[in-house]
């Protein structure tokens, strides 16, 4: 299994990280991505990966943190490019919950940071809350459909995810997808096999049973687990096909 959406530099994890990454391979998780959201939580994905065999970086500015991009820090996640363990350009995109960034600096970072990620031939992770309608409209003026896109932890409606799966978008779904009143399985229903990855987004997002405790990459397992019981698959057999979708998207090496 791959939790292709964390982020085990938060300080969630500083005493126990250890046991983390160990309970991760207890469960059958073989892969980590680690997912940046500004400069620093880049870098020290970086030296995660580095330091961690099962662990991948992906870099970027999340909407919340638009407003401290600059010309030297897209630099910086140029050179952090470089790095062979880096798979993508992410957390990026919109967030009109929060609006710790004020909207038009949201949409000119993301455009800069869409581009960069065509420029290096990186995947894109995709941040998306209560913007899923202008976020998908960028991407596709942008053509960013000429890369990898993921759209992390979907919760938009089923017209937002057949316009994604239109463009040859992916979709990955966390622990939301096991909660009792989700009205995710609807949107499963409709998204080929081949677009869906899975993910924690750990510390967040505990799925059920452990709703209210942290979350951590071995929890993707009841992920997997709780698709294989919507779709009636195998769950060996989901695992695999699931893994294969991650490892395309991501370009593992």
Do not use: W
């Not at 202008?134 to 890369?147: G, H, N, Q, R, V």
């Not at 990955?172 to 987004?201: A, Q, W």
């Not at 942290?214 to 195998?234: D, F, H, T």
């Amino acid at each position: 299994m791959i939790d292709t959406h964390c982020h085990l530099d938060f300080p969630d994890f500083r005493e126990d990280f250890a046991q983390v990454l160990t309970n991760a391979r207890t469960a059958g998780v073989t892969k980590i991505v680690n997912i940046g959201t500004d400069l620093k939580s880049s870098q020290n994905s970086v030296e995660l990966a580095n330091a961690h065999d099962q662990i991948y970086a992906v870099i970027g500015f999340h909407p919340h943190d638009a407003k401290h991009y600059s010309q030297e820090s897209e630099s910086e996640l140029r050179k952090l490019a470089n790095n062979f363990k880096v798979v993508a350009i992410g957390e990026i995109g919109l967030d009109f919950y929060r609006d710790n960034s004020p909207r038009d600096i949201q949409r000119e970072i993301f455009v800069r940071q869409i581009a960069l990620a065509k420029e290096l031939g990186l995947p894109i992770v995709m941040h998306i809350r209560e913007a899923y309608e202008e976020a998908i409209d960028i991407l596709i003026s942008e053509e960013a459909f000429k890369t990898s896109v993921v759209l992390h932890c979907f919760s938009g409606s089923k017209r937002d995810a057949q316009r994604a799966i239109d463009y040859g978008f992916y979709l990955s779904f966390g622990g939301v997808l096991t909660f009792k009143n989700s009205r995710l399985p609807e949107i499963i229903e409709m998204v080929p096999l081949d677009r869906i990855i899975l993910e924690t987004d750990a510390p967040f997002l505990t799925p059920h049973p452990f709703r209210g405790q942290r979350n951590e990459p071995a929890r993707v397992a009841l992920v997997y687990q709780r698709l294989a019981e919507l779709l009636a698959m195998e769950p060996k057999e989901l695992e695999q096909k699931i893994d294969s979708n991650a490892a395309h998207f991501f370009e593992f090496g």
